[in-house]
């Protein structure tokens, strides 16, 4: 297309070219030989012409000629035209891209975030972008001239594709970031064609998928960051028995797919997670989750999942005894008439949490903006970086093991998993169930501690529980079974069964996710 309008421009000035020579040529010939006639040569014609068209009117060359005077007369209307192209193009640049383009080209040292589509979420996610880097340069691929309420903070709106403000930047700097946060942008806007190829790091929404596609493309889910920040921010108390998730669309599952890897507490208490919703999918993907878990029944020492075919309504007894109830419908206005649903006609003694970006007084709600649309959730910049460091600190002790990039999926996803149950490691060993973020003196007070609990037989031997039972419920997640040895292709581990049934080296193996708390205590020292 840009091919295309390029020849079609070239054609047209070429056109213009060959008109404007024949004019000439033409008032050449009928004016050189002419008594009294200024124009005797072609320069003589082509000043006549330049002092017609600019309007100037210098009269010491003039035709004699009535066709002279004729080609003068369309000399004069041809000025006009010119004198309106003129004017056009130095208004367009001015307002449109060309003055916007030479301001930005003026910070090609600063980082550039260029946004497909000016929305809530990329308004919040561009907020939090120049909270983390105040000299950032916010762009927005659309006209300044639309109808949408204008930013309080500086930005560019740019209606040009990402290719020309990569191209733009002439690679001073870090890479350009450019976001798609519209569902699936990547793959139906027009604006996303062919950014595979740029020099920039492509972040884009999607509902399937894994969190890298290749080269420069980077997914991220929605879902799934509300469902990290959730738990992190609302851990399991131990006084929760039975915690109701309502509405099993994609927020339903990753939220719950989060509570599985992240919500291993110590075998003093176990919690009942009981799901309204569609499961029949999720049943069918993870057969071999009842190696961790009990499913659709009580299994001491282990959480529970029970997946209930009836809706909420029925479920009387339940939804009154509940420690927490989540409603999480994907569609919010759904979820909204849930939760007045609950609050007006059944009596309940624990908290009702409601996944909404629409805030009111007295709700429990999370999943807002703020929440998922920020650097660290999207860019990934601290979220992943315990589970990089792990993984390098795993590279220092183990010998053929592979760097961060070169990992695959699931081994990503399994150093995330572990990086992730971080916080409820700490929360454990210093009794605070509270800790919703970490630091030096949080990881130094927890390995402190941990040296304490590796003097205690018993304790120690709850803590190498703790780690298996999470061990065992991500690799049984990722439908894993038992096996005699330890097969990938056949998704196969001796480490899969019952605690007590392993040997004492195998116990001890799990010793190392527990003593990364000191080795990270002390890179965050350095």
């Given at each position: 297309?840009?091919?295309?309008?390029?020849?079609?421009?070239?054609?047209?000035?070429?056109?213009?070219?060959?008109?404007?020579?024949?004019?000439?040529?033409?008032?050449?010939?009928?004016?050189?030989?002419?008594?009294?006639?200024?124009?005797?040569?072609?320069?003589?014609?082509?000043?006549?012409?330049?002092?017609?068209?600019?309007?100037?009117?210098?009269?010491?060359?003039?035709?004699?000629?009535?066709?002279?005077?004729?080609?003068?007369?369309?000399?004069?209307?041809?000025?006009?035209?010119?004198?309106?192209?003129?004017?056009?193009?130095?208004?367009?640049?001015?307002?449109?891209?060309?003055?916007?383009?030479?301001?930005?080209?003026?910070?090609?040292?600063?980082?550039?975030?260029?946004?497909?589509?000016?929305?809530?979420?990329?308004?919040?996610?561009?907020?939090?972008?120049?909270?983390?880097?105040?000299?950032?340069?916010?762009?927005?691929?659309?006209?300044?001239?639309?109808?949408?309420?204008?930013?309080?903070?500086?930005?560019?709106?740019?209606?040009?594709?990402?290719?020309?403000?990569?191209?733009?930047?002439?690679?001073?700097?870090?890479?350009?970031?450019?976001?798609?946060?519209?569902?699936?942008?990547?793959?139906?806007?027009?604006?996303?064609?062919?950014?595979?190829?740029?020099?920039?790091?492509?972040?884009?929404?999607?509902?399937?998928?894994?969190?890298?596609?290749?080269?420069?493309?980077?997914?991220?889910?929605?879902?799934?960051?509300?469902?990290?920040?959730?738990?992190?921010?609302?851990p399991v108390h131990p006084m929760e028995?039975?915690?109701?998730?309502?509405?099993?669309?994609?927020?339903?599952?990753?939220?719950?797919?989060?509570?599985?890897?992240?919500?291993?507490?110590?075998?003093?208490?176990?919690?009942?997670?009981?799901?309204?919703?569609?499961?029949?999918?999720?049943?069918?993907?993870?057969?071999?989750?009842?190696?961790?878990?009990?499913?659709?029944?009580?299994?001491?020492?282990?959480?529970?999942?029970?997946?209930?075919?009836?809706?909420?309504?029925?479920?009387?007894?339940?939804?009154?005894?509940?420690?927490?109830?989540?409603?999480?419908?994907?569609?919010?206005?759904?979820?909204?008439?849930?939760?007045?649903?609950?609050?007006?006609?059944?009596?309940?003694?624990?908290?009702?949490?409601?996944?909404?970006?629409?805030?009111?007084?007295?709700?429990?709600?999370?999943?807002?903006?703020?929440?998922?649309?920020?650097?660290?959730?999207?860019?990934?910049?601290?979220?992943?970086?315990?589970?990089?460091?792990?993984?390098?600190?795993?590279?220092?002790?183990?010998?053929?093991?592979?760097?961060?990039?070169?990992?695959?999926?699931?081994?990503?996803?399994?150093?995330?998993?572990?990086?992730?149950?971080?916080?409820?490691?700490?929360?454990?060993?210093?009794?605070?169930?509270?800790?919703?973020?970490?630091?030096?003196?949080?990881?130094?007070?927890?390995?402190?501690?941990?040296?304490?609990?590796?003097?205690?037989?018993?304790?120690?031997?709850?803590?190498?529980?703790?780690?298996?039972?999470?061990?065992?419920?991500?690799?049984?997640?990722?439908?894993?079974?038992?096996?005699?040895?330890?097969?990938?292709?056949?998704?196969?581990?001796?480490?899969?069964?019952?605690?007590?049934?392993?040997?004492?080296?195998?116990?001890?193996y799990h010793d190392r996710a527990w003593?990364?708390?000191?080795?990270?205590?002390?890179?965050?020292?350095?």
């Amino acid at each position: 297309m840009k091919n295309k309008n390029r020849r079609q421009y070239l054609i047209a000035v070429g056109l213009f070219v060959l008109f404007y020579v024949l004019m000439l040529s033409a008032l050449l010939i009928c004016e050189k030989d002419q008594p009294g006639s200024h124009i005797h040569t072609f320069a003589d014609a082509i000043w006549y012409s330049l002092v017609t068209i600019s309007t100037v009117g210098y009269g010491d060359v003039t035709p004699v000629t009535a066709a002279g005077h004729a080609i003068g007369i369309v000399f004069l209307l041809m000025s006009m035209g010119v004198l309106v192209a003129l004017f056009g193009s130095v208004v367009s640049v001015i307002t449109s891209e060309g003055l916007p383009l030479f301001r930005l080209g003026l910070r090609r040292h600063d980082n550039w975030y260029y946004f497909a589509e000016f929305t809530s979420e990329a308004d919040t996610l561009a907020r939090d972008v120049l909270n983390e880097d105040p000299d950032g340069v916010i762009i927005f691929g659309i006209n300044k001239e639309m109808e949408i309420e204008k930013p309080d903070y500086p930005c560019f709106f740019i209606n040009v594709s990402p290719s020309r403000i990569v191209a733009h930047k002439k690679g001073v700097g870090e890479r350009c970031k450019l976001f798609f946060l519209e569902e699936d942008d990547i793959g139906r806007n027009l604006k996303a064609m062919n950014v595979h190829e740029l020099d920039a790091d492509v972040y884009a929404r999607t509902m399937s998928g894994s969190e890298k596609m290749s080269g420069n493309i980077h997914f991220f889910h929605s879902d799934d960051c509300c469902a990290r920040s959730y738990w992190r921010e609302n851990p399991v108390h131990p006084m929760e028995d039975i915690i109701v998730i309502i509405g099993f669309g994609n927020y339903g599952t990753a939220l719950l797919e989060r509570a599985i890897l992240m919500n291993i507490n110590d075998s003093d208490f176990d919690v009942s997670y009981h799901v309204f919703g569609d499961s029949s999918r999720f049943r069918q993907i993870h057969v071999n989750l009842n190696a961790a878990m009990g499913i659709n029944r009580k299994d001491p020492g282990h959480d529970s999942i029970f997946f209930h075919d009836e809706e909420w309504e029925s479920a009387h007894d339940i939804i009154q005894d509940a420690d927490r109830i989540i409603v999480c419908d994907d569609d919010v206005e759904k979820g909204w008439d849930t939760y007045w649903q609950i609050q007006r006609f059944y009596k309940n003694k624990g908290r009702i949490h409601l996944r909404s970006n629409r805030v009111a007084p007295g709700v429990e709600y999370f999943g807002t903006n703020e929440q998922i649309y920020t650097v660290n959730q999207i860019v990934r910049t601290r979220l992943n970086d315990a589970a990089r460091l792990m993984n390098d600190l795993y590279r220092r002790s183990v010998k053929e093991s592979l760097d961060w990039e070169e990992l695959s999926d699931r081994l990503k996803q399994s150093k995330i998993a572990a990086a992730d149950h971080l916080i409820m490691k700490i929360r454990i060993l210093l009794n605070d169930r509270n800790i919703s973020s970490i630091d030096y003196s949080t990881f130094k007070a927890a390995y402190d501690s941990l040296c304490k609990a590796k003097k205690d037989p018993a304790r120690l031997d709850m803590l190498r529980r703790i780690e298996h039972a999470r061990w065992v419920r991500f690799y049984a997640y990722y439908n894993w079974k038992y096996g005699v040895t330890k097969d990938i292709r056949k998704r196969e581990n001796s480490m899969i069964c019952n605690y007590d049934d392993l040997s004492e080296d195998q116990k001890a193996y799990h010793d190392r996710a527990w003593d990364l708390i000191g080795e990270l205590a002390k890179t965050l020292s350095s």
